[in-house]
């Protein structure tokens, strides 16, 4: 998004980017007053992770963002460390904001309040301070108040936890004013045992059935999956009367997006029922981030574009909010007439999908000759690869097709990519970064030429 007043070689145009400093989770997403709000973790000063506020921006249409001033600032007791993450109601036409008050110690402890602010015109918020103490068993690694009302009216807030034995857990209270809170223990009485911490959790509940989306700390690589530096998935269930997530134990955690940096991502529900997710296209090994290409322009990160998310015959599926259509102007391109193509790129700011009739047997694409998409039919494996920035060598991740390769669509900004596969059944974010900015080339290798369509569009906001 342009904020800078300078644009830069890797500048943003339709995802949310800090206007300089770094940005991470994004919080309080909601859709009020028919406006929609997105608050993040935000960094001012510079492109560390040091005391966080809440960075904000507001939409009409979830491409054009309006900037505000900080929603909240880390100068109070309870939060002066850092105003963490967390979640946006309405209630009695005023706007709350729930997050976590971060307060470490001279002797290097940590102490996590949870704590409310409102506001009764979406920009300007006033703290109420911290809600309850912590419960027993759990170390001081407790926070992300995700919250909402189910049909009674009962106001529900989950929490990312860490037990004192230091594993990772989420713990559940409820109320019925959003002042008073009563504690319901663990939201899974027999959990997954993922990693040492979980982080920013988020419940969709889908009529089919609930997916519990939570970003573990701490797990180990298992072939394709959890190649991140830390993870972001779901398991599926059922969210009960009872406060208790009951979770359908076949079902292994699973990856939301199979990209390299994805974390932290957070869902509402807008005015037409929709349930939309952001994420934060941000996470990794601290040498990889302070090697980052943005920082010389002094910003870091962005966030995803928002996806709208469904439960579609039991299978969770992600794809671009429809809003994205006013953006698209077609361009023509000539139809591939040899086994390799290549595409010039109308913009920096591009779309293209492919659909294939059937199913793609082997192709490759090459964009800007800094990602490689491949996919062979024989192993119905796809492969997505870049340059790491820092080790200059190259690193993929993948992900395996049970039913072949029938759609791409790639949303393009100059150093960011989405790859939606198969209408959303998986998703590949990521970021890029060119070595010569003037290259728009996408090349194309495939061994099956006139099976498809291919669209592409420039996205003008
Ligand atoms: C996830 C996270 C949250 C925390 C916030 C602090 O990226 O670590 O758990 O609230 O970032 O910025």
Request: aromatic fraction near 12%; hydrophobic fraction near 35%; glycine fraction near 6%.
């Amino acid at each position: 998004m342009k904020q800078s007043a300078k644009q830069d070689e890797y500048d943003l145009a339709y995802h949310i980017r800090p206007p300089k400093g770094l940005l991470n989770d994004p919080n309080g997403l909601i859709q009020y007053k028919g406006v929609y709000h997105v608050f993040y973790q935000w960094n001012q000063q510079d492109t560390t992770h040091q005391t966080k506020s809440w960075g904000h921006v507001s939409s009409k249409d979830l491409i054009h963002w309006e900037t505000h001033p900080p929603a909240l600032e880390p100068v109070d007791w309870f939060d002066r460390n850092g105003c963490y993450s967390g979640s946006a109601v309405e209630a009695d036409g005023k706007l709350y904001l729930f997050y976590t008050g971060n307060v470490r110690g001279e002797d290097g402890s940590r102490t996590s309040y949870q704590c409310m602010a409102v506001s009764e015109d979406g920009v300007h918020f006033e703290k109420k301070g911290p809600l309850f103490e912590q419960p027993p068993g759990y170390t001081g690694h407790v926070r992300d108040p995700k919250v909402w009302q189910d049909a009674e009216g009962i106001w529900w807030m989950i929490l990312g936890a860490q037990r004192e034995d230091l594993s990772g857990d989420c713990i559940v209270y409820h109320s019925q004013n959003l002042i008073d809170w009563d504690y319901d223990g663990p939201l899974i009485v027999e959990r997954p045992k993922l990693g040492y911490m979980w982080e920013c959790p988020d419940l969709c509940l889908f009529a089919e059935k609930d997916i519990f989306v939570f970003s573990p700390q701490g797990m180990d690589v298992l072939g394709d999956e959890f190649q991140n530096f830390y993870q972001t998935g779901y398991i599926t269930g059922q969210f009960k009367a009872n406060g208790k997530f009951e979770w359908d134990k076949e079902s292994v955690f699973k990856e939301l997006d199979r990209g390299f940096e994805f974390y932290a991502p957070q869902t509402f529900i807008d005015d037409t029922g929709r349930r939309i997710l952001l994420g934060w296209l941000g996470v990794m090994d601290p040498a990889v981030e302070a090697a980052v290409p943005t920082r010389k322009d002094g910003w870091l990160h962005a966030l995803t574009f928002p996806r709208e998310i469904i439960m579609e015959e039991g299978r969770l599926k992600q794809r671009p909010v429809k809003e994205i259509a006013q953006m698209r102007k077609p361009v023509s391109i000539a139809s591939q007439s040899s086994t390799t193509q290549t595409i010039v790129l109308p913009s920096l700011q591009s779309e293209l999908q492919i659909q294939w009739k059937e199913a793609a047997e082997e192709m490759k694409l090459e964009i800007r000759k800094a990602v490689q998409i491949a996919y062979s039919s024989a192993d119905q494996r796809l492969i997505v690869s870049r340059t790491n920035w820092l080790s200059k060598e190259i690193e993929e991740r993948a992900v395996h097709l049970q039913n072949g390769l029938h759609s791409l669509q790639l949303l393009i900004e100059s150093s960011l990519l989405e790859l939606f596969i198969n209408d959303g059944e998986e998703v590949f974010s990521l970021r890029y970064f060119v070595e010569d900015e003037n290259e728009k080339n996408i090349k194309w290798a495939e061994t099956a030429i006139d099976s498809r369509e291919t669209t592409l569009y420039q996205l003008d906001l």
